[in-house]
């Protein structure tokens, strides 16, 4: 892994994890200010296409040596968008070394705003207000995986009711997977790997390796979203949780 040095920092670096967790945080952070305003213009029913915010060139430079990790030197920029960024990555810090989840950690801070209320900005997630949101929202997360398994189910039901009502002439499992596949579906990481698994596994399903294909796709992801939130996971969503993840999963 290579590291990376803040130039204008003596001293102090930033790993691989800490960009991908700054990154899943901004991300996360992006999609909830665009619910936000659409809540406001729209109502809760419309829900904004997720994309991945990147970091990265924030602060990557290239050398002279020409492409390659190993010639890749990584600095914030001086104006405010390279702060921004440092923001990001004191806030990956903090999720990190207590092990929070960096979604369900930007989405605390959305649950409480009504719909005419401003987003909190990047400097508030920093405060301890925000740990105070976050405290507030693990009380109630049992109740939001409860949910969050029933919409993740009834997504993955209709979508597979379209694709089999369609002129595609599909079977259930040819629906199935092109559902799990589809990335625009309003669908975790976790429910996906634990879904195609349960297919996988099922003595009824006919092609079961394109399932345990795609279960290991999914299983990168999920083992981050379930660990997370391990033992709430497992008390909520059950037995569709594979027991092979344990209380605590690797990627092995």
Known sequence: MVTRRMQNIPGREYSSRELEVAEAAASAYDFECRRQRNRLRMGDSVLPVRRKVSLGSTFRERSDNGPGVDNIEERPRTDGEGKKAMLWIKLARFLIGRLLDPEAFIRSQFVLLGPADMPPS???????????????AAEQLPGELKTAIRLNNDVFM??????????????????????LEDEAAEMSALFRYCMAYSIAVDPKTKDKN??????????????????????????????FIPASMGRKASGT
């Open 122 to 136: 990047v400097e508030f997630l920093l405060s301890a207000a925000a740990e105070k949101n976050h405290q507030k």
């Open 158 to 179: 209709q979508q597979v009711s379209d694709m089999i009502n369609s002129p595609l002439g599909l079977t259930s499992e040819q629906a199935w997977a092109r559902v």
């Open 210 to 239: 394109r399932f345990k294909e795609l279960a290991v796709m999914f299983r990168p992801d999920a083992i981050s979203q379930f660990n997370f939130s391990a033992e709430a996971y497992r008390q909520v969503w059950g037995s």
